[in-house]
């Protein structure tokens, strides 16, 4: 009958330590998804920023100042417009040889 109960008793300890190591493991799992979801929300949230910065810097308004104060540019001019002109050399066929 003792071995019978010492039996027990080590069952009944092997579950207690079984049910508090996960219990253990299940706190630590719900952490770690409460951090990845906080960091997923992160994420999105600062993805959302980008996108409206990159919406913000795609503008017409945007470019065409860039392009005047940093790569110097100027809107198309007819007074300093060059016009090149096309000799009338007739363009060979195509599929054909050439001598």
Same mark, same amino acid.
């Given at each position: 009958?003792?071995?019978?109960? @010492? *039996?027990? @008793?080590?069952? /009944?300890? &092997?579950?207690?330590?079984?049910? *508090?190591? %996960?219990? =253990?493991?299940?706190?630590?799992? =719900? %952490?770690?998804?409460?951090? +990845? #979801? $906080?960091?997923?929300?992160?994420?999105?949230?600062?993805?959302? #920023? @980008?996108? /409206?910065?990159?919406? $913000?810097? +795609? %503008?017409? $308004?945007?470019?065409?100042?860039? +392009?005047?104060?940093?790569?110097?540019?100027?809107? *198309?001019?007819? &007074?300093?417009?060059? =016009? /090149?002109? /096309?000799?009338?050399?007739? +363009?060979? $066929?195509?599929? %054909?040889?050439?001598?």
């Amino acid at each position: 009958m003792i071995r019978f109960n @010492l *039996v027990l @008793l080590l069952a /009944v300890l &092997a579950s207690a330590f079984y049910l *508090v190591h %996960t219990q =253990y493991e299940s706190r630590r799992l =719900y %952490t770690a998804l409460d951090r +990845a #979801q $906080a960091l997923t929300h992160k994420l999105n949230t600062e993805h959302e #920023q @980008l996108q /409206v910065r990159k919406r $913000a810097e +795609a %503008t017409p $308004a945007r470019i065409q100042q860039l +392009a005047i104060l940093q790569l110097q540019m100027r809107p *198309v001019n007819p &007074a300093i417009t060059q =016009y /090149v002109s /096309v000799s009338q050399s007739p +363009a060979p $066929a195509l599929g %054909t040889a050439q001598p």
